[in-house]
């Protein structure tokens, strides 16, 4: 569920946000800033899939060399679909973005679901000046250590993710971004880490409280995806 990459010495390490099945808007954002795939890479905030066309290619992007992500809630929801094969499950997917997979059967599924479920939720990167950055889909705690949370992922039952707070709310909680100026005083740095970038929640900008970035800017909406360089973009915060 955790997952630790050594800095890039050949290369440039790319973040983007919540791709929702616009891989093609991916693609263009990469063209733009020329990325090169034999050494550079690509980390996604998770939400490959779902409210998108090309939701079908997720499996296709995954199996890219340079191309790295964690999981979403909307990978969640396809696991937990075929995992616990529930009617109920199935239908709040599809309401919620699912419809492009309507037509698909389990056994098409399971291949989605089998890559989903080996995405880690967090993943930590080394950059090339020393510094480490995290990222989660949602968000951590208003006080968050990043060794807890480290140590809690490398311990937990991969079946068992959203049975603890910790962890669903990774998945799942949009409190943070929504807060107004009056609030935010509530948000404590991440504790033994440089920096943690977020998707998840829709904002119209690259949002920071302390050393958290939020950076969706709503793919399937705006046709925007955000796409963080990490080295450059710490060194202007």
């Given amino acids: 569920m955790y997952k630790f990459f050594l800095n890039n010495t050949v290369g440039v390490d790319y973040i983007c946000s919540d791709i929702h099945g616009n891989f093609s808007v991916v693609q263009k954002a990469l063209d733009e800033v020329g990325f090169d795939e034999n050494c550079d890479r690509l980390f996604s905030l998770g939400d490959l899939i779902d409210r998108g066309e090309e939701s079908h290619l997720a499996l296709e992007w995954l199996a890219k060399p340079w191309f790295f992500a964690i999981q979403g809630n909307h990978e969640r929801m396809l696991i937990n679909t075929i995992e616990r094969q529930s009617d109920v499950l199935r239908n709040q997917w599809m309401m919620w973005g699912g419809s492009w997979a309507r037509d698909m059967d389990d056994e098409e599924l399971y291949v989605y679901c089998k890559a989903f479920s ?11 000046d020393g510094k480490t950055i995290g990222l989660v889909h949602a968000e951590l705690p208003d006080e968050a250590d990043w060794v807890k949370v480290k140590e809690f992922l490398q311990n937990i039952d991969p079946s068992k993710v959203e049975a603890f707070r910790e962890t669903s709310d990774m998945l799942w909680n949009r409190k943070q971004p929504l807060l107004s100026a009056e609030q935010l005083y509530q948000v404590k740095p991440v504790k033994n880490i440089s920096h943690v970038f977020h998707g ?6 690259y949002f920071t409280i302390t050393n958290r970035t939020f950076m969706d800017l709503g793919a399937y909406q705006t046709g925007e995806i955000g796409l963080i360089q990490p080295l450059e973009f710490l060194a202007h915060l």
């Fill in 118 to 128: 080996k995405l880690p939720i967090a993943i930590e990167i080394e950059l090339t």
């Fill in 200 to 205: 998840h929640t829709i904002v119209e900008s």
